[in-house]
């Protein structure tokens, strides 16, 4: 994986929901980010990909070109191999990565841009037409970074013979100059293969900026995924995050998503947990648990898990891979009625809490896309005894089976949460439970309640926290305390807020300077006519932990609700958390779902 880029392409433009991104004829306009896009779409619906870093110095490593290809095809390698071990994945794309700064800028693909190994066979051509024979996509991995051009003691660039096709001196060794390289392939890329899916770019250039790179990709390209790591590049439809190590629990993904969704989210890691992105000669162990765990997590979150494998020179991967990808097939085949076709439960999407649930347990929740009111939870870590209780969010349960078996399970519903007792068979990995809900009751409609705020940044009102669209919030204007009130037209009981904040920061203190930007100290108070406030009904301090928050209120009857926040968890040296905040949606509870069982 590559450093994050150098520079940016600048604050968002114009977050926009557009069906068709066009350019005009007599030029290329400037690229922007669309937000929703429909070229986005198939990896909307996907879950996973493999990715591949496989070049020249996959081990033994060579510094001939024709050396390497010629082991590669005596090896034996087939393009079909790497797609069916992504299947075995329940993955849906391949990320290929040869022209890999650290890989020796191998193109796996005939050239007629000198510069740097070129292969005579068409590796991937042949891979794009064993995917898409099978309903997978490929997109291939770029980078504009020269500067481990000698890596391991041989040159890998070859500035002569490119400065020779260009007709002027390039050194390649530069940004700049690699920049013009590398721009030059992109297009034949583009030109030579349209049945590609997009690029996954490591870093930035400025050079690419310059000339208008993205504008000709968007021109060209229409229906193409652009993807970049490790920096939210507002022209790319997805962002890509490493996925972090250090976790608690080790699965969990709570680093930083720098744009909240409905932004395209991408986690890329190893299987190997330890060691390099490529195949360095051993055959590492893959954990099973971390790795599952990553898989389910990052679904929960509405994320999509990149998983890297190290494919030897002949492409195979070495046998305690393969025996993860046969032991995935057969557990993710049982249990991806539960993953695909779902969104992350307890964010923008609706769905039961997840996180920390009782007695030592934790988890992430989906919902079907299809069918809002069919739910799973996934206990990743199992509690200490046999019941399990998580907060319904609002919604009225009639049924809870172990999703594996089809066996009813015993529940109660009270006080807004759901317990589910008698489970007995708890999964290694993940127990998925299938909750069948009626609906949500006791929320207030937001077209019956208007909100006001103390203060607003500019675009970002306090009624967006009412409005259902996860691209709009209302922002503090990194004030504080500040104040929603809310008006629900007349007096109602109350029970409940449900607070969706933005899932922009990480969820724990990395660092001094890396902390959430997520509400810490608040309290609650009610008015019968706006004015007369009185003591706060609830108030303290609320952990900063990703998904839906709940402040329970003790039961009343008034008119207005008034949420006060006087402190984020961010530190001063976070300076850009640091009293920032941005909340979602926020939903009020006159009531909780009456008891079921």
Known sequence: MGRRSRRRLGAWLAAVLSLVATLALTGPAPARADVVNPRQQWLRDSQAGLFLHWGMRTSPGYTSCSAWEKAVTDGGWKADYWVAEAKKLHASYLVLASFHSRLGYARAWPSAVPGSCSTKRDFLGELIEAANAEGLKVMLYMTDDPQWHAEGGHEWLDSAAYSAYKGHDVDLTTRDGFGEYSYDNFVEVMRKYPKLSGFWIDNDNDYWIDHGLYEKIRADRPGWLLSNNNEDTPIMDTVSNEQKTGMTPAYDYPQAIWTPQPRLTEACFKLPSSGAWWYSGTDSAVDYGLTLGRLISNSGSSVKSLMAETAQVNGRFPSKQEAFNNYAKSYLDKIWGSLGGTEGGGYSYGGLRPGAWNDGAHGVTTVSKADPDRHFVHVLTRPSGSTLTVRDNGYKVTGVTDFRTGKKLNFRQSDGRITV????????????????????????????????????????????????????????????????????????????????????????????????????????????????????????????????AFIDIPATTKRYVRLTVNSTWAAATDTKHYRKLLLDEVRIGTAYPSSGS
């Open 421 to 548: 007792s008698g489970i007995t068979g708890w999964d290694p990995y993940d127990t998925v439970l299938a909750v069948r809900t009626d609906g949500r009751q006791g929320v207030v409609p937001a077209s019956s309640v208007t909100a006001s705020a103390s203060v607003s940044a500019s675009g970002h009102p306090a009624s967006s926290v009412l409005d259902g669209d996860p691209e709009t919030y209302w922002d503090n204007a990194t004030t504080l305390p500040a104040s929603v009130t809310f008006d629900l037209r007349s007096a109602k009981s109350l029970r409940y807020l449900a607070v969706n904040q933005r899932e922009w920061s990480v969820s724990y203190a990395r660092s001094d300077t890396e902390q959430s930007a997520r509400i810490r100290d608040y309290q609650v108070q009610v008015s019968g006519d706006g004015r007369d406030w009185g003591s706060p009904v609830a108030g303290g301090t609320l952990p900063s932990a990703r998904g839906v």
